[in-house]
Every structure is written in C-alpha cells, then in structure tokens.
C-alpha cells in the first residue's frame, strides 16, 4: 500500500460498471491507435509488421499499467497480482510496467470519501469517534488507510474500501483477461481460467473486511507471546464489510532496512522465513500477499509489524503435507523426486519436451539453492532470481498442456515475494537451519 499525502493524487473511482468498462474501451481504442502509427512506421521502413511486437511497446504497457491504477480495485489488483514474482507468466515489457502498480495509486478525494463512510457508518458518524484524518497515509487497489482516533484516545488506523470494488471484481478480472488473449501475453498452452477464477474468489474475500478483520484476530492469536511480531487489534465495533477499523502500529517501511547493519538484516528476513515457515506447516493459514508495504520494522525494539490480512487463506492440511514432502525432496536434490513431489501438488502436469522440462529444473534448481547449503545464503551476491526468471523464458517458448494450481500459485508468489525482499535487502540467511528447527533434515 503506497504512502500519500499529495491532494494531486486524489481521483474519483469509476464506481459503475459501464464507467470502469468505458476505462477499458479507451485503453483499447488507444492501444489500437498506437500500433497504427508504429505499423506504418514499420512499413515505411520496409520491414515486415509483426502483431504482437506492436502491441508489447514499452509504450502501450505503460498505458496498461496508468489505466489500472485510474481504475483501482480488481483491475489494479490482478496487475499486481501477475506482476510479483510473475516473470514466467508475462513478457519484460508488461511485468516492468505492471510493477509500477505496487507503487502507484490515487486515493479518493474528500467528497467521495465523505460519501463512502456515511452509507457504511451512517449520518453523524464521526460522533463514534474522536477524531478522523481525511488525508489518507496511504493508497492502493482496494482501498486508502486513514488516521483516526477512538473516543477514549487510541490511535486507530481506517481502511476505507473504494466503492464499486466489490461489484466490479468479476468483470474487471474478465476485461484483464481478455486483454491479455487478445495481446498474446498469456502464456501459450497454460491454461489460465483456473487461475483468474481463484483470484475472483480472493480479490472477493479481499473485498470483505469482516473476513479480513477475522484473520487479523487470528494471526493476532497464534504469534501471541512471540514477540518477534506485532499484529494490529481488530476494532470490531467500528468494521463493516467496507470499512476496517483497527489500532495503528508505527514502524519505518521494511524496505528502508537496505540502509541497516547487516546483522538487522539477516535477523529480519531470517524471522521473516521463519514466519513463512510456521505458516505452511504450523499455523496452516498464510498471509499470501507479498508486498513489501505490508511490513513495517520498529529499530527500537526489533519487531515486524504485520498488516493487511486480507490475501490470508486456510492451507488445507494434506496440500501442507504435499509441500513437506516437496521440500524434503528439494533437500535432497534428488530431480527424479522433487518432480514426482510437484506433480503430487499439481504445480504443473501434463508431458513435457526436453528443453520444457530441462527449463523447469532450471527454475526449481534455482529456487531451492538456499535451501541446500547449511550455511548463510547471501541473497545479495546470488542470481537464484534472474536464473528462474531466465528459466520462466525459456518455458515459455514452448506450448505444453497444463492446469496450474492456483492456490499452490499464490503460495508460490508468497514465497517468491521473501526471495525479492530479501535480495533487496542483501541479507544472509540460513533457511536449511530454519528448516531443521521445524522437523526437516
């Protein structure tokens, strides 16, 4: 969730379905005009015009990637969504531009705003209060987040949903889709629907802050006494299924520790992993999105705050097992059992050429580097990233039949999400000794 406080950023959200859809129809018509002129240029060079070159310019992505953001919610989201650790689903030029979405979002302005918590709180609601901020600290796709405070003086933080989201979920994600068919950019032979039909089903579990507010309460429950983390109260007398009322935990953006000590560092992304671990094979719920605005560190005593629970899913208790196996056969190396484990778990199906699966092995030799040396892995002086997102290329060069499991997806993206950050950090970690805390070999 981006940080603001600029009143230029502020920008009314297409609320109705035939507006957002209108935001589509002009991208098109804009994206159709562009491919015009670069085709008659091509021409005029007499070179041949090749469809899909036309419509991947830098240009045309950016202008993909600036409508998401005017639009908000679900269209934002799946954006990010692709965009985060997605280098095997998309081609460079879009996921750069997709990626700017984690960055960039306008918030609503006041009259909106006003509009908004009147019909989920009702007339004279800030008598519930003592006070409330209209200026947003921070934006992104689904909703802003405001300062507020309770009628006894504790600092509260609102999140305030944007309104139409919820509606709007499945014909924004239908009209992304149909973006992508019609540019060539789903990946060829992969069936996709399985996977936008889980992110419809999130993006609406998202939507619902009661939903959300229950998963803030149990991570609040099941990191009780550990005090490595600090989850937000849930305020449940002031949350609706649009608005989120909870306390306000201060803490410096996490991404801001590429500056720190490197024994901070590794204490921090070493804790993070940890997390991550208890979460797959402990605690069976995670936290599944992995942006980096949802961690906040406080130096004065070493804690990671926790926010945004709304990406949080159940792991059903034999995918947990399917994924213990994976990774005991990820430490042993063993290729044979590492795929007949990720075939269990449905990551992938289907035969395979040569250079498919040899670009397959590629991507999971790379990604579980770190856990094969019992020592401290030095994210920073490691390509472990830039080697799967080559194997992602090189995979999909190829059609192959296959129906990904999404929610193995989403727990992959989570994962991915630790990777990035802990490169951007540049921290030394030993996940094979986090591992053997938690009954691996």
């Not at 030799?365 to 194997?391: K, N, W």
């Amino acid at each position: 969730m981006a940080d603001t406080d600029n009143a230029e950023d502020a920008m009314a959200v297409p609320s109705r379905r035939l507006g957002r859809l209108a935001r589509f129809g002009g991208l098109g018509t804009s994206i159709a005009g562009s491919m015009l002129v670069e085709g008659a240029k091509t021409l005029a060079r007499g070179e041949k015009v090749e469809i899909d070159r036309l419509l991947l310019t830098p240009g045309n992505a950016q202008k993909v990637a600036d409508q998401l953001s005017k639009l908000r919610g679900a269209a934002m989201k799946v954006g990010q969504l692709m965009s985060m650790g997605g280098d095997d689903m998309l081609p460079p030029e879009m996921a750069e531009a997709l990626a700017k979405l984690r960055e960039q979002a306008h918030h609503m302005p006041p009259p909106q705003l006003k509009r908004v918590l009147n019909e989920a709180w009702g007339n004279g609601w800030m008598s519930r209060l003592g006070r409330f901020d209209p200026r947003p600290i921070a934006a992104a796709s689904i909703g802003q987040v405001h300062r507020a405070k309770s009628k006894d003086g504790r600092d509260l933080a609102i999140k305030v949903q944007y309104p139409g989201v919820r509606d709007s979920i499945d014909s924004d994600i239908d009209n992304v889709v149909t973006m992508l068919k019609l540019s060539g950019q789903a990946p060829k032979g992969v069936d996709v629907q399985p996977v936008f039909d889980e992110a419809k089903r999130q993006l609406h579990e998202e939507a619902d802050y009661l939903r959300e507010g229950s998963f803030m309460k149990r991570f609040h429950e099941v990191l009780a006494g550990d005090d490595r983390f600090v989850v937000p109260t849930f305020e449940e007398e002031l949350t609706t299924p649009d608005v989120l009322a909870m306390s306000f935990e201060r803490g410096q953006p996490i991404d801001e520790l590429a500056s720190a000590d490197q024994e901070t560092r590794n204490e921090v992304i070493t804790n993070l992993f940890d997390l991550v671990i208890r979460e797959l094979f402990e605690f069976k719920v995670m936290q599944t999105d992995p942006n980096f605005a949802n961690y906040r560190y406080r130096p004065e005593t070493k804690q990671i705050v926790l926010l945004d629970f709304g990406a949080s899913r159940d792991i059903d208790p034999e995918l947990s097992s399917g994924y213990r196996r994976l990774v005991e056969a990820d430490i042993s190396g063993d290729w044979t059992a590492i795929d007949q484990a990720a075939r269990a778990i449905n990551l992938y199906s289907g035969d395979m050429t040569p250079k498919q699966e040899e670009a397959l092995k590629d991507i999971f030799l790379a990604s579980i580097e770190p856990l094969q040396r019992d020592e401290p892995y030095d994210f920073a002086a490691s390509d472990v990233t830039m080697r799967m997102r080559d194997g992602g290329i090189k995979l999909r060069e190829e059609p192959f039949a296959h129906t990904p499991n999404p929610i193995a997806l989403f727990l992959h993206r989570k994962i991915g999400g630790m990777y990035l950050l802990a490169t951007r950090l540049g921290a030394k970690v030993n996940v094979r000794a986090l591992l053997r805390q938690h009954g691996f070999s």
